[in-house]
């Protein structure tokens, strides 16, 4: 098929691959601009940017879709379908319209669950036993389109967003290719009402470390941070990124350290239970699993978090 591919972060880059190796003509990319990044705050391209030039494709990268020069410039592309995975811009009507069969989105939950902007770090902190990918047929509202294929993959117990997200990103492959070879066949589904949640943008104000908290949601906070924002907690005025934690065995005050530096862990008290924290960040630093960390930064028993 000629497609039209319309995706901006890293999430995006395997399909785009993945759709090229299948033998589709890709017309163009569409994603988001270059943004200033770095020390130097230089323009840098996004992922999908810079993968597209790797492959020689040509790239658009407008700031809106809105103008009708650019809905026009859209439909000249000729496109059978548009394939959209984490773009990041809002499609016009008439930009849904363009393709022959339309856009198709790539979204990383199981709909109607987790509609939105974090899918996947919804998913982890909630607590929810599986996820997946659905093919969904675009339309204007938020995530409402039917649905022509989906996925389902258990979440780890151990699991945080990064890793998720890389095995999200490889399944939405797989997903997209098989959609396209079985597109005549696929019935699509509309989603039920019942069973809509949100799956809203992470806010950095959600990103403290309430050890008041049982140890179950403080873990699933943890993991479901992880990179980005990350989870914080503080010590002695220093602000520690929390990035990869398991469930532990103890109990004692809401934030107090049961092993520290001298155990070469660090397992942490909560509301009730216990969290063990295996990967740790200070600001400038990079990230170090507990054990090392701990040699370079000793928290020892009893201290408050």
Known sequence: MRIVF?????????????????????????????RKSGRGQKERPTPVHARALELGLEVRHPKSLKSPEEQLDFRALGADVAVVVAYGLILPQAVLDAPVRGCLNIHASLLPRWRGAAP???AIMAGDAETGV???????????????????VAIGTEETTAALHDRLSGLGAVAIVEALGRLDDLTPEVQPEEGVTYAAKIDKAEAQVDWTAPAEEVDRKI???????????????????????????????????????????????????AVEVLRLQRAGKGAQDAGEFLRGMPIEKGTRL
């Open 6 to 34: 319309m995706g901006t972060p890293e999430f995006s880059v395997p399909v785009l691959d993945a759709l090229i190796e299948a033998g589709h003509e890709i017309a163009c990319v569409y994603c988001q601009p270059p």
């Open 134 to 152: 659905c093919i969904m047929q675009m339309e204007a509202g938020l995530d409402t389109g039917p649905v022509l294929l989906r996925k389902a």
């Open 223 to 273: 993991r479901g941070l992880s990179p980005f924002p990350g989870a914080y907690a503080e010590v002695e005025g220093q602000r520690l990124k929390l990035l990869a934690s398991r469930l532990a065995g103890g109990a004692g005050a809401a934030g107090e350290v049961l092993q520290g530096a001298v155990e070469g862990a660090l397992v942490v008290a909560c509301g009730t239970g």
């Open 120 to 122: 996947i770090h919804r």
